[in-house]
C-alpha cells in the first residue's frame, strides 16, 4: 500500500462531518429515552445501555470540538470536568424531586447544563481563553457526563430513585461510575489526536468506549437486579465486539504506511 | 449549622482548592521528557491525586477519631502534602537518577530558598527539569491548602445531612471542577509561587467563587432548603 494512495483515501472521507447539534439532540432524546425505559422494568435495563452508549458519544465529541483548540492541560482534564461538574447537579436533581420521580433526570440534566455553563463562561471571559467553542462544549460536556451517571445508575439499579443512588453509592459502585466514565468520555480523542484525527474515526472509539462500560454496568448490575444485568452484559458485549472492529477497520483503512529506510522487501525480488 | 455559613464555607474551599493547585509544580507533558521544570503529569491527575488522599484521611478522622474540627482539615492537610510530597520525591529519584538531569528552575536565576545558582544547570532547548527545592516547598504549601480545601468540602457536605458516601462522592467532584478552572488558568505548567504565571490567581479566584457558590446554592437548597419538585 502506497502512501499517495493512502492520503488520498484519508483526504476523501475528511468532508463528511456530522453536525455537532444532531450528536447533541440525539445525546439528549436518545439518552433520556434509554434511562426512562431502563427505569421501567427491570428486564429491560439493558436499554439503559443505549443512553450509556449515546450519552459517552455526545461526551466525547464535546471533548474532541474543545480540546482541537489545544488547551494546554491535556485532554484528560476536559474528560474530568465532564463528571466533576455533572456529580453535584446529579444528586441535587435527585434530592429536589422525591415528590415527583420521573422530572429527576431532567431537572438534574437542566443543572448540569446551568453548571456547564458557568464552568464555560468563567473560562472564556474571566480566565480569557481563547477558544470561541468554550462555553458551548463545557455545557455539552457537562450536560453528557450528567446523563452517563444517570445512565449507568438505571442500568445497573433499574431505577434512578434516591435509594437506589444511595445504595449505589454505599457500595462504592459509584466511583466505578465516575472513573469509567469520565475515561469513556476522554479517551476518544485522546487516542486519536493529532493531524490527521477524523471525527468520524473519533466517534466509532467513542461507541467502542460506550459499549465497554455497558459491560462493567451489567457485570455491577448483577448484584442489584440478577438475571437482567447477564442481558445487560451480553448486549454490551455484543455492542463493544461490532463498534470496536469497526474502529479497528477505519484505523487501518486510514493509517498511512511510511517506508522506512530500509530497501523494501519489493525490490528484492 | 445555618445554610448560609454552608454556602461561605463551600465557597472558602473552592478558593483554597485554587490556591493549592496554583502553588504545585506541574510540568505536563513536557516535564514527561524532563524537558520543564515540575512533576511529569497534568495539573488535575497531580492535584486530585493529593487532594483525594487528604479526604480519605480527614474522612476517617471526621467519622471515627471524634476529635475537633480544626483537627480533621488538619489531617487532610498533611494526607495531602504526604501524597504530593512522596511524589515529588519519587519523581526527583527517578530526573536524577534515571534521566541524568539537576533538579532546576528556569525561571529564576537564584533559587529563592537556598540561593543557588540556577541558570548554569538549565539543558539549552529546556525550561528546566526535575522538582527544584522553591518547587518542593511550594508543592508542599499548595497540597496543604488543596488539602484543607477538600477536607472542608467533605466536612461540610456531612454537615448538611449528606450521607457519608455521597458526600465524599460530591466532594470530588467539587474538587475537581475547581481544580480544572485552576488547571485552565494556568494553561499548560507552572513552577510554584515564584513563577510569573502565578500572579494570574485572582482571576481563577473569581471563577472558582462563581463555579463554587452556584454549586453551593443548589447543594443548599435540596437538602435543608426544603425545596421539593
Known amino acids: 500500500m502506497s502512501a499517495g494512495a493512502c492520503s488520498a483515501k484519508a483526504g476523501a472521507v475528511e468532508e463528511k462531518k456530522i453536525s455537532n447539534n444532531l450528536i447533541a439532540v440525539l445525546g439528549i432524546v436518545g439518552s433520556l429515552a434509554g434511562i426512562y425505559v431502563a427505569s421501567m422494568f427491570n428486564f429491560l435495563a439493558f436499554v439503559g445501555g443505549v443512553a450509556i452508549i449515546l450519552a459517552t458519544l455526545w461526551g466525547a465529541n464535546g471533548v474532541r470540538t474543545v480540546a482541537k483548540y489545544g488547551i494546554g492541560t491535556g485532554v484528560p482534564s476536559v474528560g474530568m470536568v465532564a463528571l466533576g461538574g455533572a456529580v453535584a447537579a446529579v444528586f441535587v436533581g435527585i434530592y429536589l424531586t422525591t415528590k415527583t420521580v420521573l422530572l429527576a433526570p431532567v431537572v438534574a440534566l437542566v443543572l448540569a447544563l446551568l453548571t456547564g455553563l458557568l464552568i464555560g463562561i468563567s473560562a472564556r471571559y474571566i480566565l480569557k481563553m481563547n477558544i470561541p467553542v468554550m462555553v458551548r462544549c463545557m455545557t455539552e460536556i457537562c450536560g453528557a457526563g450528567a446523563l452517563l451517571i444517570l445512565a449507568h445508575v438505571a442500568t445497573i439499579t433499574g431505577s434512578f430513585e434516591l435509594f437506589y443512588l444511595r445504595s449505589i453509592s454505599e457500595t462504592g459502585i459509584i466511583m466505578m461510575v465516575f472513573i469509567v466514565g469520565a475515561l469513556g468520555i476522554l479517551h476518544p480523542y485522546n487516542a486519536c489526536l493529532g493531524a490527521d484525527e477524523r471525527q468520524g474515526r473519533t466517534l466509532k472509539l467513542a461507541l467502542a468506549t460506550g459499549s465497554a462500560q455497558v459491560v462493567l454496568a451489567g457485570i455491577a448490575s448483577l448484584y442489584f437486579l440478577g438475571l437482567p444485568g447477564i442481558i445487560t452484559i451480553l448486549f454490551g458485549a455484543l455492542a463493544w465486539f461490532v463498534t470496536y472492529s469497526i474502529f479497528v477497520k477505519t484505523s487501518f483503512e486510514e493509517g498511512i504506511v511510511f517506508n522506512t529506510g530500509l530497501i523494501p522487501e519489493v525490490e528484492h525480488k | ?229
Do not use: C, W
Open chain 2, 1 to 229: 449549622m445555618d445554610p448560609i455559613t454552608i454556602i461561605i464555607g463551600l465557597i472558602i474551599a473552592g478558593i483554597l482548592i485554587v490556591i493549592g493547585v496554583h502553588l504545585i509544580p506541574v510540568g505536563g507533558a513536557p516535564a514527561a521528557m524532563a524537558m520543564a521544570t515540575g512533576v511529569g503529569t497534568g495539573t488535575v491527575q497531580l492535584a486530585t491525586g493529593a487532594g483525594l488522599t487528604g479526604l480519605v484521611s480527614a474522612g476517617y478522622m471526621y467519622h471515627f477519631a471524634g476529635v475537633p474540627m480544626s483537627y480533621v482539615l488538619l489531617s487532610g492537610a498533611i494526607g495531602s502534602m504526604l501524597m504530593l510530597g512522596i511524589t515529588m520525591l519519587i519523581g526527583n529519584v527517578i530526573y536524577i537518577l534515571g534521566v541524568g538531569v539537576p533538579p532546576v528552575s528556569a525561571k529564576v536565576k537564584f533559587d529563592p530558598i537556598t540561593k543557588d545558582r540556577q541558570d548554569l544547570y538549565v539543558s539549552p532547548g529546556t525550561e528546566g527539569h526535575g522538582v527544584p527545592t522553591v518547587s518542593f516547598v511550594s508543592g508542599i504549601i499548595g497540597a496543604f491548602f488543596g488539602g484543607i480545601g477538600g477536607a472542608l468540602t467533605y466536612v461540610l457536605l456531612n454537615e448538611l445531612g449528606i450521607s457519608p458516601a455521597i458526600s465524599a462522592f460530591i466532594a470530588i467532584g467539587f474538587f475537581l471542577a475547581n481544580a480544572v478552572l485552576a488547571a485552565y488558568n494556568i494553561a499548560g505548567t507552572i513552577e510554584g509561587f515564584h513563577d510569573p504565571k502565578f500572579k494570574r490567581l485572582p482571576k481563577a479566584i473569581v471563577s472558582s467563587l462563581i463555579v463554587s457558590g452556584f454549586i453551593a446554592v443548589i447543594l443548599v437548597l435540596s437538602s435543608v432548603g426544603g425545596v421539593k419538585l
